[in-house]
């Protein structure tokens, strides 16, 4: 054979092998089953379970399936016992365009006995994981642990979704207000820190922490967030913040701002929960 034919043969040998590797039988002859997921469940021993997990993201034995927004009926390639990895998804600091594994949530794994072309219905449930420090935790059924916070019954306020919370109110003589918790706290450098809250709102208001030490008190704005007619979970990370700042001690702090021109209005909060892992 000549040189010439040589190297024509060869890169059509490739393509031939090429092809054979292509075409290996798919999982199930291509037919999935299919798990469907409309919500998750929230079990904590605390009490707090109110959260925004809108995703699911899941492996199913070693294959990675990735994220889904919930609800969703999603195709399995697999058969007979499968089992999953399902981690709770949130969006860190309310950006939609950023979803995160919580790292607090304990992941759910399920094992099923699945035929190819059935529906699965399953709830999966997460919870807080063991090594979680809650470090200020406070749903307004006692005491209220901020300053400049007004408590609200629930009885006497139908905006008191979960039970008796607090409110921040600016009115037309104010341009803002604040509230911060009484106690400064001892945050690790370091680790995971994070912010939850339940919020509603007829104004704009600002989530962050002072920090404290040396004399000094130093306020950093971490989130700004828009009004809201409905309650919603907020999820906020401090830890870059915090790493960055290095105070000795922490106080979380939240401002109502009265847009210009308006009559001002109130922002409620409840079940404030600030965790982290230890060093």
């Not at 749903?139 to 916070?149: D, E, L, R, S």
């Not at 450098?189 to 939850?196: D, N, V, Y």
């Not at 106080?251 to 230890?278: C, K, Q, T, W």
Request: with cysteine; glycine share 8%.
């Amino acid at each position: 054979m000549a040189v010439g034919e040589m190297k024509f043969t060869i890169p059509i040998l490739l393509f031939l092998l090429s092809l054979l590797w292509g075409c290996k039988p798919m999982p199930n002859d291509g037919v999935p089953f299919y798990l469907s997921v409309d919500s998750v469940q929230l079990n904590n021993s605390q009490g707090y379970t109110t959260h925004r997990i809108r995703d699911i993201w899941v492996e199913a034995g070693v294959e990675n399936l990735g994220a889904y927004e919930l609800p969703k009926t999603f195709p399995v390639l697999q058969e007979n016992e499968v089992r999953f990895v399902i981690s709770a998804g949130i969006e860190q600091s309310g950006q939609s365009g950023f979803r995160v594994i919580y790292p607090f949530y304990t992941t759910d794994t399920p094992v099923m006995n699945a035929k190819r072309g059935e529906v699965y219905a399953y709830t999966p449930k997460f919870s807080y994981k063991q090594g979680t420090q809650f470090k200020f935790v406070n749903n307004f059924q006692g005491a209220n642990g901020f300053n400049g916070f007004t408590p609200v019954s629930a009885g006497a306020d139908t905006n008191a979704k979960y039970g008796d919370c607090v409110y921040l109110e600016v009115t037309t003589i104010d341009s803002a207000r604040t509230a911060s918790t009484i106690d400064s706290l001892d945050l690790p450098e370091g680790q995971e820190i994070w912010l939850e809250f339940d919020y509603k709102s007829d104004v704009p208001f600002y989530t962050g922490f002072y920090g404290v030490g040396g004399g000094a008190v130093l306020q950093y704005a971490l989130l700004f967030v828009n009004p809201r007619s409905q309650w919603n979970h907020l999820y906020v990370k401090m830890s870059e913040a915090i790493a960055s700042v290095k105070a000795p001690y922490y106080r979380i702090y939240f401002e109502a701002l009265r847009p210009y021109g308006s009559d001002g209005g109130r922002l409620y909060i409840d079940n404030v929960r600030l965790v982290h892992f230890n060093p």
